[in-house]
Protein backbone atom coordinates (compact mmCIF):
# COMPACT_ATOMS: atom_id res chain seq x y z
CA UNK A 1 0.00 0.00 0.00
CA UNK A 2 2.76 2.34 0.88
CA UNK A 3 4.82 1.58 -2.67
CA UNK A 4 1.20 2.36 -4.23
CA UNK A 5 0.57 5.78 -2.53
CA UNK A 6 3.94 7.02 -2.96
CA UNK A 7 3.74 7.00 -6.88
CA UNK A 8 -0.33 7.74 -6.89
CA UNK A 9 -0.19 10.55 -4.35
CA UNK A 10 2.24 12.70 -6.08
CA UNK A 11 0.70 12.39 -9.67
CA UNK A 12 -3.22 12.47 -8.34
CA UNK A 13 -2.86 15.62 -6.01
CA UNK A 14 -1.27 18.51 -7.97
CA UNK A 15 -3.65 17.26 -11.28
CA UNK A 16 -6.66 17.57 -8.93
CA UNK A 17 -5.23 20.96 -7.61
CA UNK A 18 -4.59 22.02 -11.53
CA UNK A 19 -8.50 20.68 -12.18
CA UNK A 20 -10.43 22.84 -9.21
CA UNK A 21 -11.71 26.17 -10.13
CA UNK A 22 -10.26 29.08 -8.48
CA UNK A 23 -13.59 29.57 -6.42
CA UNK A 24 -12.74 26.64 -4.41
CA UNK A 25 -9.26 28.04 -2.96
CA UNK A 26 -9.53 30.15 0.53
CA UNK A 27 -7.51 32.67 -1.27
CA UNK A 28 -9.23 35.24 -2.19
CA UNK A 29 -7.96 37.09 -5.53
CA UNK A 30 -5.92 33.80 -6.08
CA UNK A 31 -5.35 33.59 -10.11
CA UNK A 32 -4.82 30.66 -12.15
CA UNK A 33 -0.41 31.18 -12.55
CA UNK A 34 -0.47 31.14 -8.11
CA UNK A 35 -2.91 27.88 -8.93
CA UNK A 36 -0.31 26.07 -11.10
CA UNK A 37 2.43 27.19 -8.48
CA UNK A 38 0.42 25.45 -5.66
CA UNK A 39 0.28 22.53 -7.75
CA UNK A 40 4.20 22.52 -8.62
CA UNK A 41 4.92 23.13 -4.82
CA UNK A 42 2.34 19.90 -3.65
CA UNK A 43 4.45 17.93 -6.36
CA UNK A 44 7.35 19.09 -5.07
CA UNK A 45 6.55 18.08 -1.64
CA UNK A 46 5.13 15.49 -1.88
CA UNK A 47 8.35 13.81 -4.39
CA UNK A 48 10.76 14.84 -1.54
CA UNK A 49 8.44 13.13 1.09
CA UNK A 50 7.97 9.76 -0.63
CA UNK A 51 10.75 9.59 -3.17
CA UNK A 52 9.31 7.83 -6.54
CA UNK A 53 11.91 9.50 -7.91
CA UNK A 54 15.43 10.47 -6.62
CA UNK A 55 15.11 13.97 -5.16
CA UNK A 56 17.54 15.72 -7.09
CA UNK A 57 15.27 14.94 -10.59
CA UNK A 58 12.27 16.24 -8.53
CA UNK A 59 14.09 19.92 -8.85
CA UNK A 60 15.00 19.55 -12.31
CA UNK A 61 10.82 18.54 -12.72
CA UNK A 62 10.37 21.47 -10.42
CA UNK A 63 12.26 23.77 -13.22
CA UNK A 64 10.44 22.12 -16.77
CA UNK A 65 7.07 22.90 -15.30
CA UNK A 66 8.07 25.89 -14.50
CA UNK A 67 9.10 26.78 -17.68
CA UNK A 68 6.47 24.89 -20.01
CA UNK A 69 3.12 25.91 -17.59
CA UNK A 70 4.18 29.42 -15.87
CA UNK A 71 7.18 30.89 -18.49
CA UNK A 72 6.27 33.26 -21.50
CA UNK A 73 8.04 30.82 -23.71
CA UNK A 74 6.17 28.03 -22.13
CA UNK A 75 3.57 25.91 -23.76
CA UNK A 76 1.03 27.94 -26.11
CA UNK A 77 -1.91 25.90 -24.08
CA UNK A 78 -0.69 27.45 -20.75
CA UNK A 79 -0.83 31.07 -22.19
CA UNK A 80 -4.08 30.63 -24.03
CA UNK A 81 -5.67 33.32 -21.02
CA UNK A 82 -2.54 35.60 -21.02
CA UNK A 83 -3.76 39.06 -20.13
CA UNK A 84 -7.32 38.37 -18.08
CA UNK A 85 -7.73 39.22 -14.93
CA UNK A 86 -7.71 36.30 -13.04
CA UNK A 87 -4.37 34.78 -14.83
CA UNK A 88 -1.48 37.02 -13.59
CA UNK A 89 1.56 37.69 -14.59
CA UNK A 90 3.75 34.91 -16.74
CA UNK A 91 7.29 34.17 -14.97
CA UNK A 92 10.13 35.35 -17.42
CA UNK A 93 12.04 31.94 -19.03
CA UNK A 94 16.12 33.02 -18.34
CA UNK A 95 15.10 34.15 -14.89
CA UNK A 96 13.58 30.53 -14.36
CA UNK A 97 16.65 28.98 -16.63
CA UNK A 98 19.19 31.16 -14.40
CA UNK A 99 18.67 29.21 -11.36
CA UNK A 100 21.26 26.67 -12.88
CA UNK A 101 24.09 28.90 -12.66
CA UNK A 102 22.67 31.29 -8.89
CA UNK A 103 26.02 32.48 -7.15
CA UNK A 104 24.40 29.76 -4.61
CA UNK A 105 25.42 27.12 -6.76
CA UNK A 106 28.69 28.70 -7.57
CA UNK A 107 29.23 29.24 -3.78
CA UNK A 108 28.86 25.47 -3.39
CA UNK A 109 30.91 24.63 -6.69
CA UNK A 110 33.51 26.34 -4.93
CA UNK A 111 33.10 24.10 -1.84
CA UNK A 112 33.36 21.30 -3.52
CA UNK A 113 36.17 21.80 -5.51
CA UNK A 114 38.12 22.59 -2.19
CA UNK A 115 37.02 19.53 -0.46
CA UNK A 116 38.00 17.47 -3.76
CA UNK A 117 41.44 18.91 -3.74
CA UNK A 118 41.81 18.55 0.52
CA UNK A 119 40.87 14.72 -0.26
CA UNK A 120 43.27 14.19 -2.85
CA UNK A 121 46.25 16.00 -1.74
CA UNK A 122 45.53 13.99 2.04
CA UNK A 123 45.12 17.89 3.48
CA UNK A 124 42.14 16.34 5.21
CA UNK A 125 43.68 13.50 7.07
CA UNK A 126 46.86 14.99 8.03
CA UNK A 127 44.80 18.13 9.78
CA UNK A 128 42.74 15.40 11.66
CA UNK A 129 46.48 13.37 11.83
CA UNK A 130 47.97 16.90 13.61
CA UNK A 131 44.81 18.17 15.34
CA UNK A 132 43.91 15.33 17.41
CA UNK A 133 47.41 14.59 18.58
CA UNK A 134 46.70 16.67 21.70
CA UNK A 135 43.48 14.78 22.77
CA UNK A 136 45.40 11.89 24.41
CA UNK A 137 44.28 8.22 24.89
CA UNK A 138 41.32 8.28 26.92
CA UNK A 139 38.11 7.95 24.38
CA UNK A 140 36.06 10.84 25.81
CA UNK A 141 38.65 13.22 25.04
CA UNK A 142 39.49 11.47 21.64
CA UNK A 143 36.06 11.36 20.65
CA UNK A 144 35.72 15.07 21.61
CA UNK A 145 38.93 15.37 19.52
CA UNK A 146 36.97 14.02 16.27
CA UNK A 147 33.78 15.68 17.31
CA UNK A 148 35.96 19.30 16.68
CA UNK A 149 37.79 18.30 13.78
CA UNK A 150 34.42 16.72 11.92
CA UNK A 151 32.96 20.12 12.97
CA UNK A 152 35.55 22.26 11.39
CA UNK A 153 35.62 20.40 8.09
CA UNK A 154 32.04 20.23 7.90
CA UNK A 155 32.15 24.19 7.73
CA UNK A 156 33.77 24.30 4.60
CA UNK A 157 33.28 21.08 3.35
CA UNK A 158 30.44 18.47 2.25
CA UNK A 159 28.92 16.90 5.49
CA UNK A 160 28.46 13.76 3.47
CA UNK A 161 32.01 13.94 2.47
CA UNK A 162 33.63 15.11 5.69
CA UNK A 163 31.41 12.20 6.96
CA UNK A 164 32.70 9.50 5.24
CA UNK A 165 36.33 10.89 5.36
CA UNK A 166 36.17 10.71 9.03
CA UNK A 167 34.72 7.34 9.65
CA UNK A 168 37.36 5.75 7.76
CA UNK A 169 40.10 7.52 10.08
CA UNK A 170 37.61 5.73 12.88
CA UNK A 171 37.77 2.31 11.77
CA UNK A 172 40.72 1.39 13.32
CA UNK A 173 39.90 3.18 16.73
CA UNK A 174 36.08 1.30 16.76
CA UNK A 175 37.89 -1.98 16.18
CA UNK A 176 39.81 -1.35 19.57
CA UNK A 177 36.61 -1.23 21.22
CA UNK A 178 34.80 -4.90 22.17
CA UNK A 179 31.88 -6.51 20.25
CA UNK A 180 29.26 -4.96 23.20
CA UNK A 181 31.75 -1.79 24.17
CA UNK A 182 28.68 0.71 23.92
CA UNK A 183 31.85 2.46 22.90
CA UNK A 184 31.44 1.96 19.20
CA UNK A 185 27.98 3.26 19.42
CA UNK A 186 29.06 6.29 20.65
CA UNK A 187 32.30 7.19 18.40
CA UNK A 188 30.17 5.85 15.49
CA UNK A 189 27.16 8.21 16.29
CA UNK A 190 29.63 11.21 16.88
CA UNK A 191 31.12 12.19 13.57
CA UNK A 192 27.60 12.36 11.61
CA UNK A 193 26.03 14.29 14.73
CA UNK A 194 29.16 16.47 14.76
CA UNK A 195 28.90 16.63 11.13
CA UNK A 196 25.21 18.04 10.67
CA UNK A 197 25.89 20.22 13.48
CA UNK A 198 29.18 21.61 12.32
CA UNK A 199 27.58 22.23 9.14
CA UNK A 200 25.66 25.64 10.73
CA UNK A 201 29.08 27.25 11.22
CA UNK A 202 29.29 29.01 7.98
CA UNK A 203 27.14 29.64 4.71
CA UNK A 204 28.66 27.11 2.89
CA UNK A 205 28.80 24.78 5.52
CA UNK A 206 25.19 22.92 4.71
CA UNK A 207 22.26 23.34 1.57
CA UNK A 208 19.94 25.11 4.08
CA UNK A 209 22.35 27.91 5.17
CA UNK A 210 22.93 28.73 1.48
CA UNK A 211 19.30 28.52 0.59
CA UNK A 212 18.38 31.08 4.04
CA UNK A 213 21.45 33.60 1.97
CA UNK A 214 19.01 33.68 -0.99
CA UNK A 215 16.52 35.13 1.24
CA UNK A 216 18.71 37.79 3.59
CA UNK A 217 19.34 40.68 1.27
CA UNK A 218 18.63 44.29 1.99
CA UNK A 219 18.20 45.15 5.42
CA UNK A 220 18.85 41.58 6.52
CA UNK A 221 21.90 41.10 4.69
CA UNK A 222 24.29 38.93 6.58
CA UNK A 223 27.93 38.49 4.79
CA UNK A 224 30.23 35.52 5.21
CA UNK A 225 32.09 36.58 8.43
CA UNK A 226 28.98 37.87 10.31
CA UNK A 227 26.93 34.54 9.74
CA UNK A 228 30.54 32.87 11.60
CA UNK A 229 30.21 35.28 14.45
CA UNK A 230 26.82 33.61 15.37
CA UNK A 231 27.05 30.25 13.74
CA UNK A 232 30.11 29.47 15.35
CA UNK A 233 29.39 29.88 18.86
CA UNK A 234 25.82 28.03 18.33
CA UNK A 235 28.11 24.87 17.48
CA UNK A 236 30.26 25.50 19.82
CA UNK A 237 27.63 25.26 22.32
CA UNK A 238 25.98 22.23 20.48
CA UNK A 239 28.90 20.48 19.98
CA UNK A 240 29.75 20.50 23.91
CA UNK A 241 26.31 19.23 24.83
CA UNK A 242 26.38 16.59 21.70
CA UNK A 243 29.47 14.81 23.73
CA UNK A 244 28.25 15.11 26.91
CA UNK A 245 24.82 13.70 26.06
CA UNK A 246 26.71 11.11 24.21
CA UNK A 247 29.31 10.50 26.66
CA UNK A 248 26.74 9.73 29.02
CA UNK A 249 24.30 7.85 27.32
CA UNK A 250 27.06 5.35 25.32
CA UNK A 251 30.26 5.40 27.63
CA UNK A 252 33.09 3.47 26.72
CA UNK A 253 34.29 0.76 29.15
CA UNK A 254 37.53 0.78 27.31
CA UNK A 255 39.67 2.93 29.16
CA UNK A 256 42.73 3.68 26.45
CA UNK A 257 42.97 3.74 22.86
CA UNK A 258 45.47 5.10 20.45
CA UNK A 259 44.77 6.96 17.74
CA UNK A 260 47.43 6.07 14.57
CA UNK A 261 46.78 7.61 11.20
CA UNK A 262 50.13 6.97 9.51
CA UNK A 263 50.10 10.24 7.09
CA UNK A 264 52.66 13.04 6.15
CA UNK A 265 52.13 16.51 4.79
CA UNK A 266 52.74 16.62 0.73
CA UNK A 267 55.53 18.60 -0.40
CA UNK A 268 54.95 18.84 -3.96
CA UNK A 269 54.35 21.94 -5.92
CA UNK A 270 50.61 20.96 -6.68
CA UNK A 271 50.58 20.09 -2.77
CA UNK A 272 52.11 23.40 -2.11
CA UNK A 273 49.09 24.76 -4.17
CA UNK A 274 46.20 23.04 -2.46
CA UNK A 275 47.46 24.43 0.68
CA UNK A 276 47.60 28.21 -0.35
CA UNK A 277 44.42 28.41 -2.27
CA UNK A 278 42.93 26.73 0.86
CA UNK A 279 43.99 28.67 3.17
CA UNK A 280 43.75 32.48 0.66
CA UNK A 281 39.91 31.11 0.41
CA UNK A 282 38.86 30.64 4.01
CA UNK A 283 40.42 33.56 4.96
CA UNK A 284 39.14 36.04 1.67
CA UNK A 285 35.74 34.68 3.22
CA UNK A 286 35.85 35.58 6.44
CA UNK A 287 37.39 39.16 5.60
CA UNK A 288 35.03 39.89 3.27
CA UNK A 289 33.72 43.35 4.29
CA UNK A 290 37.36 44.46 3.66
CA UNK A 291 38.15 43.40 0.34
CA UNK A 292 34.63 44.31 -1.41
CA UNK A 293 34.23 40.54 -2.73
CA UNK A 294 31.77 38.43 -2.16
CA UNK A 295 31.15 34.72 -0.71
CA UNK A 296 29.93 34.12 -4.50
CA UNK A 297 32.91 35.73 -6.15
CA UNK A 298 35.40 33.83 -3.54
CA UNK A 299 34.62 30.62 -3.93
CA UNK A 300 35.15 31.00 -7.81
CA UNK A 301 38.94 31.22 -7.07
CA UNK A 302 39.79 27.95 -6.52
CA UNK A 303 38.19 26.32 -9.24
CA UNK A 304 39.83 28.55 -11.70
CA UNK A 305 43.43 27.77 -9.48
CA UNK A 306 42.33 23.74 -9.57
CA UNK A 307 41.73 23.51 -13.07
CA UNK A 308 44.29 25.88 -14.48
CA UNK A 309 47.10 23.63 -12.84
CA UNK A 310 45.52 20.50 -13.26
CA UNK A 311 44.95 19.59 -9.70
CA UNK A 312 40.83 19.17 -10.43
CA UNK A 313 41.04 17.19 -13.90
CA UNK A 314 38.00 16.08 -15.80
CA UNK A 315 38.07 12.75 -13.83
CA UNK A 316 37.60 14.36 -11.05
CA UNK A 317 34.69 16.76 -12.44
CA UNK A 318 32.67 13.44 -12.80
CA UNK A 319 32.55 12.65 -8.75
CA UNK A 320 31.04 16.43 -7.78
CA UNK A 321 27.93 16.16 -6.38
CA UNK A 322 25.58 17.53 -9.35
CA UNK A 323 22.32 16.19 -7.60
CA UNK A 324 22.73 18.40 -4.25
CA UNK A 325 23.51 21.69 -6.94
CA UNK A 326 20.60 20.57 -8.75
CA UNK A 327 18.36 19.55 -5.74
CA UNK A 328 19.60 23.42 -4.34
CA UNK A 329 18.74 25.25 -8.15
CA UNK A 330 15.41 22.99 -8.18
CA UNK A 331 14.74 24.90 -4.31
CA UNK A 332 15.72 28.05 -5.93
CA UNK A 333 13.03 27.77 -8.90
CA UNK A 334 10.27 27.10 -6.44
CA UNK A 335 11.06 30.00 -4.45
CA UNK A 336 11.10 32.26 -7.21
CA UNK A 337 7.62 31.15 -8.33
CA UNK A 338 5.70 31.45 -5.04
CA UNK A 339 7.56 35.28 -5.49
CA UNK A 340 7.16 36.23 -8.01
CA UNK A 341 3.48 35.03 -8.88
CA UNK A 342 2.64 36.58 -5.52
CA UNK A 343 1.45 33.05 -3.70
CA UNK A 344 4.07 33.35 -0.89
CA UNK A 345 2.55 36.90 -0.01
CA UNK A 346 -1.07 36.01 -0.67
CA UNK A 347 -0.83 32.88 2.03
CA UNK A 348 0.60 34.64 4.33
CA UNK A 349 -1.56 37.88 4.35
CA UNK A 350 -4.70 35.28 4.36
CA UNK A 351 -3.84 33.97 7.74
CA UNK A 352 -4.18 36.16 10.57
CA UNK A 353 -0.74 35.55 12.11
CA UNK A 354 -0.40 38.86 14.04
CA UNK A 355 -3.37 37.14 16.44
CA UNK A 356 -0.86 35.12 17.61
CA UNK A 357 2.21 35.60 19.84
CA UNK A 358 5.67 35.98 18.16
CA UNK A 359 7.27 33.24 20.56
CA UNK A 360 4.33 30.87 19.20
CA UNK A 361 4.86 31.20 15.56
CA UNK A 362 8.82 31.06 16.16
CA UNK A 363 8.59 27.90 17.88
CA UNK A 364 5.67 26.49 15.93
CA UNK A 365 7.53 27.39 12.75
CA UNK A 366 11.08 25.62 13.86
CA UNK A 367 8.94 22.71 15.11
CA UNK A 368 7.68 21.88 11.73
CA UNK A 369 10.84 22.62 10.36
CA UNK A 370 12.47 19.87 12.57
CA UNK A 371 9.94 17.58 12.41
CA UNK A 372 9.87 17.70 8.78
CA UNK A 373 14.00 17.88 8.45
CA UNK A 374 13.72 14.05 10.37
CA UNK A 375 11.96 12.50 7.60
CA UNK A 376 12.93 14.10 4.60
CA UNK A 377 16.33 16.07 3.11
CA UNK A 378 17.05 18.91 5.06
CA UNK A 379 17.79 20.76 1.47
CA UNK A 380 14.48 19.91 -0.04
CA UNK A 381 12.68 21.20 3.86
CA UNK A 382 14.56 24.05 3.56
CA UNK A 383 13.36 24.27 -0.15
CA UNK A 384 9.46 24.39 1.19
CA UNK A 385 9.60 26.22 3.88
CA UNK A 386 12.22 29.31 3.44
CA UNK A 387 9.84 31.35 0.79
CA UNK A 388 6.99 31.27 3.02
CA UNK A 389 9.11 31.86 6.14
CA UNK A 390 10.60 34.89 4.11
CA UNK A 391 7.02 36.36 3.31
CA UNK A 392 6.18 35.65 6.77
CA UNK A 393 8.35 37.37 8.26
CA UNK A 394 8.09 40.56 6.41
CA UNK A 395 4.48 40.90 6.71
CA UNK A 396 4.18 40.20 10.37
CA UNK A 397 4.24 43.06 12.29
CA UNK A 398 4.58 41.34 16.10
CA UNK A 399 7.81 39.80 14.69
CA UNK A 400 9.83 43.08 14.60
CA UNK A 401 10.72 43.36 17.72
CA UNK A 402 12.52 39.59 17.70
CA UNK A 403 13.67 41.22 14.54
CA UNK A 404 11.43 39.90 11.83
CA UNK A 405 12.48 37.99 8.73
CA UNK A 406 15.99 37.61 10.00
CA UNK A 407 15.14 36.23 13.24
CA UNK A 408 12.38 34.10 11.40
CA UNK A 409 14.75 32.62 9.10
CA UNK A 410 17.95 31.90 10.92
CA UNK A 411 15.84 29.95 13.62
CA UNK A 412 14.36 27.88 10.54
CA UNK A 413 17.26 27.06 9.07
CA UNK A 414 19.23 26.21 12.19
CA UNK A 415 16.16 23.56 12.66
CA UNK A 416 16.20 21.92 9.06
CA UNK A 417 19.83 21.34 10.06
CA UNK A 418 19.17 19.68 13.94
CA UNK A 419 16.63 17.17 12.20
CA UNK A 420 19.15 13.94 12.92
CA UNK A 421 16.72 11.76 14.33
CA UNK A 422 16.99 8.67 11.58
CA UNK A 423 19.30 7.28 9.25
CA UNK A 424 17.10 8.58 6.26
CA UNK A 425 17.09 12.33 8.19
CA UNK A 426 20.86 13.28 6.87
CA UNK A 427 23.10 11.46 4.51
CA UNK A 428 25.74 11.32 7.29
CA UNK A 429 23.35 10.07 9.62
CA UNK A 430 23.19 6.81 6.50
CA UNK A 431 26.62 6.57 6.05
CA UNK A 432 27.19 5.80 10.25
CA UNK A 433 24.26 3.17 10.11
CA UNK A 434 25.75 1.52 7.30
CA UNK A 435 29.02 0.62 9.67
CA UNK A 436 26.35 -1.68 11.80
CA UNK A 437 27.86 -0.13 14.87
CA UNK A 438 25.32 2.10 15.48
CA UNK A 439 21.04 0.90 15.42
CA UNK A 440 18.02 3.53 14.68
CA UNK A 441 16.74 3.65 18.14
CA UNK A 442 20.27 4.59 19.38
CA UNK A 443 20.73 7.14 16.71
CA UNK A 444 16.93 8.56 17.34
CA UNK A 445 17.30 8.75 20.93
CA UNK A 446 20.44 11.18 20.60
CA UNK A 447 19.06 12.83 17.41
CA UNK A 448 15.89 13.44 19.54
CA UNK A 449 17.59 15.50 22.50
CA UNK A 450 19.84 16.95 20.38
CA UNK A 451 17.27 18.54 18.22
CA UNK A 452 15.31 19.86 20.31
CA UNK A 453 17.55 21.66 22.79
CA UNK A 454 19.15 23.29 19.39
CA UNK A 455 16.10 24.44 18.61
CA UNK A 456 16.00 25.99 21.97
CA UNK A 457 19.37 27.24 22.08
CA UNK A 458 18.39 28.84 18.69
CA UNK A 459 16.18 30.76 20.65
CA UNK A 460 18.20 32.02 22.97
CA UNK A 461 21.10 33.13 20.59
CA UNK A 462 18.36 34.85 18.52
CA UNK A 463 17.59 36.76 21.50
CA UNK A 464 20.80 37.79 22.41
CA UNK A 465 21.68 39.08 18.76
CA UNK A 466 18.50 41.03 19.03
CA UNK A 467 19.51 42.42 22.94
CA UNK A 468 23.07 43.22 21.21
CA UNK A 469 22.31 44.79 18.39
Same mark, same amino acid.
Given at each position: MRAYLKYFLPIVIPLIVLLMPLSAFPFEGITIMQQRVIAIFLLAALCWVFEPIPIYATSVVIIVLELLMLSDKGIFLFRLEQGEAHFGTLLKYNEIMATFASPIIMLFLGGFFLAMAATK???DVNLARVLLKPFGQDPAYVMLGLMMITGIFSMFMSNTATTAMMLSILTPVIAVFGPKDPGRIAFALCIPVAANIGGIGTPIGTPPNAIALKYLVGDNLITFGEWMAFGVPFVVVMMAFSWFVINRLYRAETRKIELQINSKFLK????MIVYITFGITILLWLMGSSHGMNSYTVALIPVAIFSITGIINKEDLKKISWDVLWLVS???????????TGLAKLVVHSIPFDAFSPYVVLAGAAMLCLLMANFMSHTATANLLMPIMAALGSSMASLAPLGGELTLILVVTFAASLGMSLPISTPPNALAHATGHVQSNQMA? $? %? @????? $? %? @?AASFVLVWLLNLVG
Open positions: YRLTPKAGGIALGLALDKR $V %G @VIIGL $V %G @V
